[in-house]
């Protein structure tokens, strides 16, 4: 796929470490967490809310992983449910939508274009929140975009009850389409970035 989005390269790799739920906005949530390799980067995605943390640790662990492993962790936005777990990585640079965090070190960035590795670059994707960011990942299979609660779960919500702007949100969601052949959400499986994706 051709896009101006998509990462140049396509050696990154990924495994869903835990598939996350939410029927509504509470009280069970869990997020979808998700483990990125490109070369020596070693990437977790939104370590959020879960049952217990050895649903993160456990999968990276059945990798050969241990935290102190990970280099960076990617939140696509702050609500806790995303977030809950980012300290289990205290190693990694933490990325988020303005800035780079690592050790007492707090380096402003946009996100917009940045780029961990040539397989992976992050894009603003504003809609849920005002903060949102996609990573977006080449692999041999086609890219794959991490899009936190762009999309809670493959079958949306179409209109999101807390998103602050819909037209926004769909904006988003249609230059995410442009760009992936898989989608990764917030709270549930991956689903394929087509004409299925609810807009």
Do not use: C
């Not at 993160?56 to 935290?67: D, K, Q, T």
């Amino acid at each position: 796929m051709t896009n101006h989005d998509a990462p140049a390269a396509r050696t990154a790799a990924h495994t869903i470490l835990t598939t996350g739920y939410t029927l509504s906005t509470g009280p069970g949530v869990a997020a979808t967490v998700s483990y990125v390799r490109d070369g020596d980067r070693h990437v977790v995605v939104d370590p959020g809310m879960v049952a217990s943390r050895d649903r993160i640790l456990g999968p990276l662990a059945e990798l050969g992983l241990l935290p102190d492993d990970i280099t960076d962790v990617v939140l696509s936005h702050h609500h806790p449910d995303n977030t809950m777990n980012v300290g289990l990585f205290g190693r990694a640079r933490v990325h988020d939508h303005k800035a780079i965090y690592e050790n007492d070190q707090w380096t402003d960035r946009d996100a917009e274009g940045h780029e961990l590795s040539p397989s992976l670059r992050l894009i603003r994707t504003p809609g849920h929140s005002a903060e949102d960011i996609t990573l977006l990942a080449g692999t041999a299979e086609g890219v794959v975009a991490f899009v936190g609660d762009l999309w809670w779960r493959p079958n949306g919500p179409v209109e999101d009850p807390v998103a602050p702007d819909h037209t926004l949100l769909k904006d988003s969601r249609l230059r995410v389409l442009a760009a992936a052949d898989v989608i990764v959400p917030g709270h549930g499986p991956a689903f394929p970035a087509d004409e299925s994706a609810p807009l």
